[in-house]
Nanobody, 117 residues
Protein backbone atom coordinates (compact mmCIF):
# COMPACT_ATOMS: atom_id res chain seq x y z
CA UNK A 1 0.00 0.00 0.00
CA UNK A 2 1.38 3.38 -1.04
CA UNK A 3 1.30 5.74 1.90
CA UNK A 4 2.77 8.98 3.23
CA UNK A 5 2.55 9.59 6.97
CA UNK A 6 3.37 12.97 8.46
CA UNK A 7 4.40 13.60 12.04
CA UNK A 8 6.02 16.27 14.16
CA UNK A 9 3.31 18.90 14.24
CA UNK A 10 2.15 20.57 17.42
CA UNK A 11 1.79 23.79 19.34
CA UNK A 12 4.78 26.12 19.58
CA UNK A 13 5.34 29.72 20.58
CA UNK A 14 6.30 32.32 18.01
CA UNK A 15 10.03 32.18 17.36
CA UNK A 16 10.18 28.48 18.09
CA UNK A 17 11.02 25.53 15.87
CA UNK A 18 9.45 22.28 14.73
CA UNK A 19 10.62 19.50 12.46
CA UNK A 20 8.03 17.70 10.39
CA UNK A 21 8.63 14.23 9.02
CA UNK A 22 6.98 12.46 6.11
CA UNK A 23 7.61 8.72 6.09
CA UNK A 24 6.86 6.89 2.85
CA UNK A 25 5.87 3.28 2.37
CA UNK A 26 5.09 1.46 -0.84
CA UNK A 27 7.12 3.93 -2.87
CA UNK A 28 10.74 5.01 -3.07
CA UNK A 29 10.94 8.75 -2.52
CA UNK A 30 14.30 9.13 -4.24
CA UNK A 31 12.50 8.67 -7.55
CA UNK A 32 10.09 11.56 -7.10
CA UNK A 33 9.77 15.27 -6.50
CA UNK A 34 8.61 15.64 -2.91
CA UNK A 35 6.68 18.65 -1.67
CA UNK A 36 5.30 20.14 1.52
CA UNK A 37 2.05 22.06 1.30
CA UNK A 38 0.05 23.87 3.94
CA UNK A 39 -3.51 25.06 4.26
CA UNK A 40 -4.74 27.52 6.84
CA UNK A 41 -8.43 27.89 7.73
CA UNK A 42 -10.25 29.86 5.07
CA UNK A 43 -7.22 29.99 2.79
CA UNK A 44 -6.14 28.10 -0.30
CA UNK A 45 -3.52 25.40 -0.14
CA UNK A 46 -0.01 26.80 -0.52
CA UNK A 47 3.14 25.10 -1.77
CA UNK A 48 5.72 25.62 0.97
CA UNK A 49 8.77 23.76 -0.30
CA UNK A 50 9.89 21.11 -2.73
CA UNK A 51 12.94 18.97 -3.34
CA UNK A 52 13.74 17.28 -6.61
CA UNK A 53 14.66 13.65 -7.12
CA UNK A 54 17.91 14.36 -8.96
CA UNK A 55 20.44 16.69 -7.39
CA UNK A 56 18.03 17.46 -4.53
CA UNK A 57 17.36 20.99 -5.74
CA UNK A 58 15.16 22.85 -3.26
CA UNK A 59 12.72 25.70 -3.75
CA UNK A 60 10.65 27.62 -1.22
CA UNK A 61 7.69 29.92 -0.97
CA UNK A 62 8.78 33.50 -0.40
CA UNK A 63 6.95 33.52 2.92
CA UNK A 64 9.18 30.78 4.39
CA UNK A 65 12.47 31.26 2.58
CA UNK A 66 15.34 31.55 5.02
CA UNK A 67 13.30 30.02 7.85
CA UNK A 68 12.28 26.57 6.54
CA UNK A 69 14.49 23.83 5.15
CA UNK A 70 13.30 20.78 3.22
CA UNK A 71 15.50 17.70 3.11
CA UNK A 72 15.28 14.03 2.32
CA UNK A 73 16.89 10.91 3.75
CA UNK A 74 16.64 8.33 0.99
CA UNK A 75 17.92 5.56 3.26
CA UNK A 76 15.02 6.20 5.65
CA UNK A 77 12.61 6.93 2.80
CA UNK A 78 11.63 10.09 4.66
CA UNK A 79 11.30 13.78 3.83
CA UNK A 80 11.68 16.48 6.46
CA UNK A 81 10.66 20.09 6.89
CA UNK A 82 12.69 21.98 9.46
CA UNK A 83 10.79 25.09 10.48
CA UNK A 84 12.59 27.81 12.44
CA UNK A 85 11.56 31.29 13.59
CA UNK A 86 7.94 30.26 13.40
CA UNK A 87 5.26 32.95 13.15
CA UNK A 88 1.55 32.84 13.96
CA UNK A 89 0.84 33.06 10.24
CA UNK A 90 2.59 29.71 9.77
CA UNK A 91 -0.34 28.07 11.56
CA UNK A 92 -1.85 25.51 9.17
CA UNK A 93 -2.24 21.85 8.36
CA UNK A 94 0.97 20.72 6.68
CA UNK A 95 0.78 17.89 4.16
CA UNK A 96 3.40 15.91 2.32
CA UNK A 97 3.05 15.17 -1.39
CA UNK A 98 4.80 12.86 -3.85
CA UNK A 99 4.43 13.59 -7.54
CA UNK A 100 4.26 10.12 -9.02
CA UNK A 101 3.54 11.24 -12.57
CA UNK A 102 2.10 14.21 -14.42
CA UNK A 103 -1.40 13.04 -13.49
CA UNK A 104 -0.92 11.27 -10.17
CA UNK A 105 -0.06 12.56 -6.72
CA UNK A 106 0.14 10.83 -3.39
CA UNK A 107 -0.86 12.80 -0.27
CA UNK A 108 -0.40 12.24 3.42
CA UNK A 109 -3.11 12.88 5.97
CA UNK A 110 -1.54 16.11 7.22
CA UNK A 111 -0.24 17.32 10.55
CA UNK A 112 -1.42 20.40 12.43
CA UNK A 113 1.05 23.17 13.23
CA UNK A 114 -0.14 25.91 15.57
CA UNK A 115 2.03 28.89 16.41
CA UNK A 116 0.92 31.07 19.32
CA UNK A 117 1.83 34.73 19.60
Amino acid sequence: QVQLVESGGGLVQAGGSLRLSCAASGLTIRQYVMRWYRQAPGKERELVAQITSNYMITTYAASVKGRFTISRDNAKNTVYLQMNSLKPEDTAIYSCNAQISSVQDIWGQGTQVTVSS
